[in-house]
Nanobody, 119 residues
Framework: QVQLVESGGGLVQAGGSLRLSCAAS????????MGWFRQAPEKQRELVAR???????NYADSVKGRFTISRDNAKNTVYLQMNSLKPEDTAVYYC?????????????WGKGTLVTVSS
């Protein structure tokens, strides 16, 4: 069973920065995607950024140029550097692992970490 442990959330003023980390443990396929979703109050969960085990990266349009996703494959850890934060970035951020196996791709989720951006 895979476990995801998130850290780095908190309170920051608009224009500031935060760095989120998520460490995965357990039996993880060499082919996988790790990333971050977020859910703001009264909104659906949305993809923020995703990075594959081969470093293919996808960002939501709303965070391009401000957020940077990276990973350390040896540590099975994904990072999200968030710069120029805006109040609309306020949300619970969830770490996500997509474990790709033949005929059985599995989704794992962290418990979430709260990011609050004050104006």
């Amino acid at each position: 069973q895979v476990q995801l442990v998130e850290s780095g959330g908190g309170l920051v003023q608009a224009g500031g920065s935060l760095r989120l980390s998520c460490a995965a443990s357990g039996s993880i396929s060499a082919i996988n995607f790790m990333g971050w979703f977020r859910q703001a109050p009264e909104k659906q969960r949305e993809l923020v950024a995703r990075i594959s085990s081969s470093d293919y990266i996808n960002y939501a349009d709303s965070v391009k140029g401000r957020f940077t996703i990276s990973r350390d494959n040896a540590k099975n850890t994904v990072y999200l550097q968030m710069n120029s934060l805006k109040p609309e970035d306020t949300a619970v951020y969830y770490c996500n692992l997509v474990d790709v196996r033949p005929g059985n791709t599995i989704n794992y989720w962290g418990k979430g970490t709260l990011v609050t951006v004050s104006s």
